[in-house]
């Protein structure tokens, strides 16, 4: 059997609705990981947010973490390629954002690849939601004055809030930053009515992730499947060869799909490696 690549999203694609993965999901890749398929996942979490949920599966591939911005290696728990933000640029943008009133959260690597996410006292209501979500993280830490360490790498900026919040500080990061910085704006799907402002490097996207991904896979990027439902998997579906749209996805997925599988709450993602590699039950 010929070798297969898949690199799925995870939210609102491998992820059912709360959040979890299905007995069935979680059997069909292992079985397919164990038969020799190469499959991995491309998502906007970090890997210890990512790990807690999907960590019944015996990833052995790198995966693509923070929307592209860290190649990760869940065997050696190493750092192996992404992009991030300079320091000059992070601090401006924490500086726009607090002439709105608002502060974002900072995920970044420190001196030893491990992962921090710095704050300011919270006391917005998404920002604690974001928070309680994540009981017991250690990466969370709170400053008297936000900023990034000159020992630090940025990899996400992120402001949680309402949609009319948000857009000025993203008009503001454009209007200053052009296409030195990619920002990405889209509805959380568990805090109601709250939106997430991402800024980070240029090149930390989905489809940088999926090109650095099909490199150290030894593949070209047309022999990837890959799998997504929201905007910001437009890149892997841009880069793909096959790309499959959950039904659920947003209409601008869709129409760039190859195909559209069933819904995240109905096994879409294993199913179709199930028909493609067959003989998984």
């Keep these: 059997m010929a070798i297969k690549h898949f690199l799925t999203d995870?939210?609102?694609?491998?992820?059912?609705?709360?959040?979890?993965?299905?007995?069935?999901?979680?059997?069909?890749?292992?079985?397919?990981l164990n038969e020799g398929m190469i499959i991995s996942y491309a998502t906007a979490r970090s890997y210890m947010s990512s790990n807690k949920i999907v960590s019944v599966i015996p990833w052995k591939y790198p995966i693509v973490l923070y929307n592209g911005a860290v190649i990760f290696d869940p065997q050696s728990l190493k750092v192996i390629g992404g992009y991030w933000l300079d320091n000059e640029t992070t601090d401006e943008i924490i500086s726009l954002g607090r002439t709105h009133g608002l502060l974002p959260f900072l995920f970044a690597l420190d001196e030893e690849d491990k992962e921090r996410v710095l704050h300011e006292k919270l006391t917005r209501t998404g920002d604690m939601k974001f928070f309680e979500s994540r009981p017991n993280d250690p990466r969370f830490g709170e400053m008297p004055q936000l900023a990034c360490s000159a020992s630090f790498r940025t990899l996400i900026v992120t402001y949680i809030g309402l949609l009319e919040e948000l857009e000025p500080i993203k008009e503001m990061v454009q209007q200053t930053f052009g296409d030195k910085v990619h920002i990405h704006?889209?509805?959380?799907?568990?805090?109601?009515?709250?939106?997430?402002?991402?800024?980070?490097h240029s090149k930390a996207n989905k489809k940088e992730g999926l090109l650095q991904w099909a490199k150290l896979m030894q593949c070209e990027p047309e022999e990837i499947t890959v799998f997504g439902d929201n905007l910001n998997d437009l890149g892997m579906f841009e880069a793909a060869g096959t790309k499959v749209a959950m039904s659920n996805a947003h209409p601008a997925l869709i129409a760039l799909s190859t195909l559209v599988g069933e819904s995240n709450d109905e096994d879409g993602v294993a199913k179709y490696v199930c028909s493609v590699i067959g003989g998984i039950t």
Aim: negative net charge; aromatic residues 12%; contains cysteine.
């Design 10 to 32: 995870l939210d609102g694609t491998l992820l059912k609705s709360d959040a979890t993965l299905s007995e069935y999901t979680k059997n069909v890749l292992c079985s397919a």
């Design 185 to 200: 704006l889209m509805k959380d799907q568990y805090i109601e009515n709250h939106y997430f402002l991402e800024f980070s």
